[in-house]
C-alpha cells in the first residue's frame, strides 16, 4: 500500500462503500479503492476493524476504521465539519436523510437486486465473483455470497406479499425527490451535506447501478439520476442549474435563512409512512430483549436483536410487514435527536412545525433504553 494514501476497502456494488467513497470524492481526499477479496483485507483489515464488513479504510498511519458513518466523522472532525449545516432545521434535516439512505430504503435496495433475476443476475455475478480470490472454489464461493445477500432481503422485509407496497412506497418517493433535485443540485442547496452521502448508499449502489433499477431511475427520475452522477464527481457538475447568462447561482454553501425547500419536505412526507411505524416497531422489540437482558456499558450491540429472532411487525397502508429490528438504526437516529436536544426551544419550535409537517416528528421520541456508541470499530451499548 501507498504509504502516503488512504485505502478505502470497499466493492462497486456495496450500499455503505457508496456513501464513504463519495465523501472522499466530493472533498478532495486521496485515496486508493481496494476490493476486500484482497489478501490485505484480511490481513492487515479485520483483525483491527473486529468484523469483515466494507468499507473499512486503512489510514496512511496503519489505524483503521470500519463503516462509513465513523470514516466520514474522522474526516469532519478533522476538517471543521465542512458538510454539516450549521443552522439547525438544516442539520436536523440532514441527518434524517442519513437515516434514511442507511434504513429507511433498504427494502427497495434489495427488492431491486434481488427479484429481477432476468435484468440482473448477469451483471451481479460479475461483480461478486470478482469480490472473490482466485480459488478453485471461486464460482461456488460467488454463488454462497449471492444466495446469501439474497436471504438478507427477506430480514428487511421484502418478499411475495410486500413486494407491490415496497415498488409503490419507492416510486413515490423517487418522484416526490426528483422534482426537489430539479430544482436545487443537492439536498440543502449547492453543497453536498451530511444527508446526501447517506441517501447516496442505496440510490448508487443499488438502485442507480444494477440494470433494472438504473433503467427506472435514468427513464422517470434523470433528476435524481443527475444527483447520483453528481455525487461521484470531484466537480460540483451542475451546469444545469445554472442560468443561460450570468452567473447568479451561488457554486458552493447551503442554502441561506435556514431554509427547506417544500419540495424536500414532500419527500420526506413519502418516507414518514414506512420509517417511522418500522423505527417505532424496532424499538418495541429491542426494547423488550433490552428489558430481560441486561447488558454491560461497552458491549457489543448485535446485528438483530429482540424476541422471535429480532423481527419487528408494523402496519404501512393498512398492510402487515415484517422486518428484523437492528440496533444501527438508533445509533444514527441518535444524531437526529442530540441535534435537536442542543437546540434552543425558539429552535425547536421551528424543528417541531416542520416534522409535524411531513409526519416525522415522532421521531424525536422514539429511542432505545440504552444509548449505542461506536468504539474500537464496534457499536457498543453505552
Not at 133 to 159: C, I, L, S, W
Not at 171 to 199: N, T
Request: negative net charge; proline residues 6%; charged residues 20%.
Amino acid at each position: 500500500m501507498t504509504s502516503m494514501t488512504y485505502s478505502l476497502y470497499a466493492l462497486p456494488h456495496s450500499l455503505y462503500s457508496g456513501r464513504a467513497r463519495s465523501y472522499l470524492i466530493k472533498n478532495g481526499i486521496a485515496y486508493r479503492e481496494v476490493s476486500c477479496g484482497h489478501e490485505s483485507f484480511k490481513t492487515d483489515v479485520v483483525p483491527k476493524a473486529k468484523l469483515p464488513t466494507i468499507p473499512a479504510m486503512l489510514t496512511p498511519d496503519g489505524h483503521v476504521i470500519r463503516d462509513g458513518a465513523a470514516i466520514i466523522e474522522y474526516f469532519e472532525a478533522a476538517n471543521g465539519r465542512p458538510c454539516q449545516p450549521k443552522t439547525p432545521k438544516q442539520q436536523l434535516v440532514s441527518g434524517l436523510f442519513d437515516l434514511i439512505g442507511n434504513e429507511g430504503l433498504l427494502r427497495p435496495a434489495m427488492h431491486y437486486r434481488w427479484n429481477f433475476p432476468e435484468q440482473n443476475l448477469s451483471f451481479l455475478h460479475y461483480h461478486f465473483y470478482h469480490a472473490q480470490q482466485e480459488h478453485p472454489e471461486r464460482e461456488a464461493k460467488t454463488h454462497h455470497m449471492m444466495d446469501k445477500m439474497r436471504y438478507a432481503a427477506t430480514m428487511f422485509g421484502v418478499n411475495d406479499q410486500s413486494q407491490a407496497l415496497v415498488e409503490t412506497l419507492y416510486m413515490e418517493f423517487l418522484s416526490a425527490l426528483d422534482k426537489h433535485f430539479e430544482q436545487y443540485p443537492y439536498l440543502l442547496g449547492w453543497q453536498p451535506s451530511i444527508g446526501d452521502f447517506g441517501l447516496l448508499g442505496p440510490l448508487f449502489g443499488h438502485l442507480g447501478r444494477d440494470p433494472k433499477p438504473l433503467q427506472i431511475m435514468q427513464q422517470q427520475a434523470v433528476h435524481v439520476y443527475r444527483w447520483v452522477e453528481r455525487m461521484n464527481r470531484a466537480a460540483q457538475d451542475a451546469p444545469e442549474h445554472f442560468p443561460s447568462t450570468g452567473y447568479a447561482v451561488p457554486e458552493a454553501g447551503f442554502l441561506a435563512n435556514d431554509e427547506i425547500p417544500a419540495t424536500l419536505l414532500a419527500a420526506l412526507a413519502v418516507i414518514a409512512e414506512d420509517l417511522v411505524p418500522e423505527t417505532r416497531a424496532a424499538a418495541e422489540v429491542i426494547n423488550g430483549w433490552l428489558a430481560v437482558n441486561p447488558v454491560e456499558a461497552g458491549a457489543k450491540a448485535s446485528r438483530y436483536l429482540g424476541q422471535n429472532g429480532g423481527k419487528a411487525e408494523f402496519t404501512v397502508r393498512d398492510q402487515t410487514m415484517v422486518a428484523g429490528a437492528q440496533p444501527y438504526r438508533f445509533f444514527v437516529l441518535q444524531s437526529v435527536q442530540d441535534c435537536y436536544a442542543r437546540c434552543s426551544a425558539d429552535e425547536r419550535i421551528g424543528i417541531d412545525e416542520l416534522l409535524q409537517s411531513c409526519g416525522l416528528d415522532e421521531l424525536l421520541n422514539i429511542k432505545l433504553t440504552r444509548r449505542l456508541g461506536q468504539r474500537d470499530n464496534l457499536e457498543v451499548w453505552v
